[in-house]
């Protein structure tokens, strides 16, 4: 089965700039989405098809694809950022959605 | 507004049932992919299983066989039948919305299930 890889954290001071990489076999021939998720809250889609912006999302929020790297960049990084974040494909060899391990995002 | 409510979860003993329901407003079941991801405590974001528009159903290793997804277009919800529930299955229960694309738009707000004797 896909399997998609997040580091388990990312650390950033307020204003930086934040990079949180899926790692998958081939990502970029998938489509991939981003989501982002507060403590006792369901998960938000922040980005979607790569890097595309929900309605309300911040243009802080940005996303790429290529070679076996998904990337989501938040800049000028805000307390109200620090959440888990998520990437999700769907692998239609198995027909299955796949969800990344999770990146916890920690503002310092 | 889209909106998604889940219901019916609870505490099971293991290898017992639970039958989990999302009702679902401004956002009609039938005519999008409806799924159901899981989320075990302090852990990150499982799916589980999918309903097409078209009524095929999909689901992960994990719960094949044992968990069966449906749909009530008459009452615009989606359900999922948990059978030979086991530790493993103690998770928070999400309700999913896809319109196209193969991602998630809409989120319910979860349901709680926790198996356990």
């Known amino acids: 089965s896909y399997v998609l890889t997040q580091p388990p954290s990312v650390s950033v001071a307020p204003g930086q700039t934040a990079r949180i990489t899926c790692g998958g076999n081939n990502i970029a021939s998938k489509t991939v989405h981003w989501y982002q998720q507060k403590p006792g809250q369901a998960p938000v889609l922040v980005i979607y098809?790569?890097?595309d912006r929900p309605s309300g999302i911040p243009e802080r929020f940005s996303g790429s694809n290529s070679g076996n790297t998904a990337t989501l960049t938040i800049s000028r990084v805000e307390a109200g950022d620090e959440a888990d974040y998520y990437c999700?494909?769907?692998?239609?060899?198995?027909?299955?959605?796949?969800f990344g391990t999770g990146t916890k995002v920690t503002v310092l | 507004e889209v909106q998604l409510v889940e219901s019916g979860g609870g505490l099971v003993q293991p290898g017992g049932s639970l039958r989990l329901s999302c009702a679902a407003s401004?956002?009609?079941?039938?005519?999008?992919?409806m799924s159901w991801v899981r989320q075990a405590p302090g852990k990150g974001l499982e799916w589980v299983s999918i309903i097409s528009s078209g009524g095929r159903t999909y689901y992960a290793d994990s719960v094949k066989g044992r968990f069966t997804i449906s749909s009530d277009n008459s009452r615009n919800t989606l359900y999922l039948q948990m059978n030979s529930l086991r530790a493993e299955d103690t998770a928070v229960y999400y309700c999913?919305?896809?319109?196209?694309?193969?991602?998630?738009?809409?989120w319910g707000q979860g349901t709680l299930v926790t198996v356990s004797s």
């Open positions: 999700q494909v769907w692998d239609s060899s198995s027909d299955h959605y796949v």
């Open positions: 098809y790569d890097s």
């Open positions: 999913a919305g896809d319109s196209g694309s193969s991602k998630f738009d809409y």
């Open positions: 401004d956002f009609t079941v039938i005519a999008n992919y």
